[in-house]
């Protein structure tokens, strides 16, 4: 062999090439007679520096790079740019290890946002009457989350509630960072509910409403309030961006009238078109832009 096949050859051993060690430490010869040939492409290339080892062991977890991309942040590539820039965090320690594995449990950040490992989903369901939103109180009692499950196998939660008889548009999703924005927003969420009361609204008690209703010291602003065209005067349209719970049922029991059927018609801009009750629909991305602005 040339000397300047050995000086190629240096840092691209192959294989059962010289240079490489026998199970007792030796070094072994060229087999089979052959000669060596000379690397083209990655002669030049700089060795790859040493990685540590994971204090998980490789078959734990899985890899956060891949973590990172599975939570919709970026590319798995990029992912180990912004590791090795310290820009995740690993229950709360800085880490800039590049194979590093973690749990589905872990508390991974990307500059202080906590990630979620699954693709994130948002679903709006037409809910119907007779479906909790959370638990199941009564035996035998049915939730959404049924009418969810033939959509996705996701861990989704609904974005605030509905009475079991109350219908209407609910939102599901397993975007934590959205789901906390809407949860408390700064200025409330647009909502339009028809109402339907035990007896007819007064125009009085229109006008009340209207000019807000006071409920425990605090005044519930009212968007818009009216009767619904053609029907009779206990249907009722209203609008306002107070997200306490059964604040519409409250606002008309202060009144002297019981809600006999509450459906959300519009909710943060996502209206029922095309959505038929007790289906549902994957957002758009237009959509979850529009929401993430509220």
């Known amino acids: 062999m040339s000397r300047n096949d050995r000086s190629s050859g240096k840092n691209n051993r192959p294989s059962g090439s010289r240079g490489s060690k026998t199970s007792g430490g030796k070094q072994s010869g060229r087999q089979g007679g052959g000669t060596m040939k000379k690397s083209h492409a990655r002669g030049n290339a700089p060795i790859k520096p040493k990685m540590e080892k994971s204090p998980l062991s490789n078959t734990e977890g899985i890899r956060l790079n891949k973590y990172i991309a599975n939570s919709g942040v970026c590319s798995r590539r990029d992912a180990d740019m912004y590791i090795a820039a310290g820009n995740v965090t690993v229950n709360g320690k800085s880490i800039t290890e590049m194979g590093y594995r973690v749990k589905l449990e872990d508390d ?62 609910l939102l599901f999703t397993n975007d934590g960072t959205l789901a906390k924005k809407l949860a408390k927003p700064k200025n409330g969420i647009r909502q339009i509910y028809h109402v339907t009361l035990n ?46 719970e059964h604040i519409v049922t409250r606002i008309f029991k202060s009144l002297g009238y019981e809600v006999e059927s509450l459906d959300r018609v519009v909710f943060g801009g996502l209206t029922k078109k095309d959505l038929s009750r007790g289906r549902s629909r994957n957002l758009t991305e237009q959509e979850v832009i529009n929401l993430g602005m509220l």
């Open 108 to 169: 991974v950040r990307f500059d202080g946002r906590r990630l979620n490992p699954e693709k994130p989903e948002y679903i709006l369901l037409n809910k119907p009457a007779g479906f909790f939103v959370t638990g199941n109180p009564d035996k035998g009692g049915r939730t959404v989350m049924e009418l969810i499950s033939k959509v996705t196998t996701s861990k989704v939660s609904p974005v605030g509630k509905l009475d079991n008889q109350a219908k209407g548009l």
């Open 199 to 244: 007896k007819n609204l007064s125009k009085e008690d229109l006008e009340n409403i209207s000019n807000g209703v006071y409920l425990e010291g605090s005044k519930v602003i009212i968007t818009n309030v009216s009767f619904i065209d053609d029907r009779p005067h206990n249907e009722i349209g209203i609008e306002l961006k107070s997200i306490k």
